[in-house]
């Protein structure tokens, strides 16, 4: 990203603080304070629109005997630790449900929030994001910052259109599904249509429980879809873009096409 980004903490409440300094505990960073359990977003990609803030659950464990002053934090970062990027506009956290006390053992719970009409956000911070875990303040105005490994997805949204027609139609007749595969532009708070993507044409009969893939179809430079298949049984059309590691995946609302045999039947006067 190039940018130091806009990062304010907040939290919930008062901070535990554990009054006894004791020896670092097992498996603690270079600090005194470790961090475990680290969950952010259930581990799903983090998809984001164009205009709507997005609200970033996260969980966390930390470790420590160390007296701090505020609460410890969980974010996507890129960078070098000591001088991350960072995409968040605030963050919320929890006061410490303690674990266990003798050993400074807390959980946390946590909100971040992502604003994508902040000035700072653009296309270039879609992609591959890593996680950091943060005590900001410890007694004597140390800190700790610690990389957790763990890898975080941050997407551009995507939309998808789907329209079947004609409706009814006969068995054995044409239908032609048409659509439009668009993407969000952070940078215009647009979306776009989204060339060149592979999306997958799926179809669930009356009665049944899931779709099924059909085909696949390639987006023209619009993002625009087209194909056609044969009326076979009544049932609903959509179509289904899987994503990748810039863009969320979406499927689109489903088309309802009733087919019917074309035999009418006459009935006497």
Known sequence: MGKTMWRAVFAGGA???????????AGAAEGGVSFSRVSVNGGKPLVIGIQEEVEVHATFRMTTTLKYEYGPTVFPYRGKLDNTDT?????????????????????????????????????????TWRTAAEIAILAGGAHDI??????????????????????????GKTITLTGRVTRANWDTHTY????GRTVSLQFKADGASSYATVKKVTSSATGALRTTVKAA???TWRWTYYGNSTSGAKASTGDRVVVWSGIRVMHAA
Request: proline fraction near 6%.
């Open 233 to 235: 049984k009544s049932g």
């Open 146 to 171: 610690d990389d957790m490994n763990i890898p975080l997805q941050v997407q551009r949204a995507t939309r998808v259109t789907v329209n079947a027609s004609p409706e009814p139609v006969v068995k």
């Open 15 to 25: 901070a535990l603080v554990f009054t006894g300094v004791a020896a670092v505990p």
């Open 87 to 127: 995409i968040q506009s605030a963050i919320i956290s929890s006061d410490c449900e303690v674990v266990d006390r003798a050993k400074g053992i807390c959980d946390f719970e946590e909100w971040l929030y992502i604003d994508p009409r902040h000035i700072d956000f653009g296309n270039e911070d879609a992609g």
């Open 192 to 195: 776009q249509g989204y060339a």
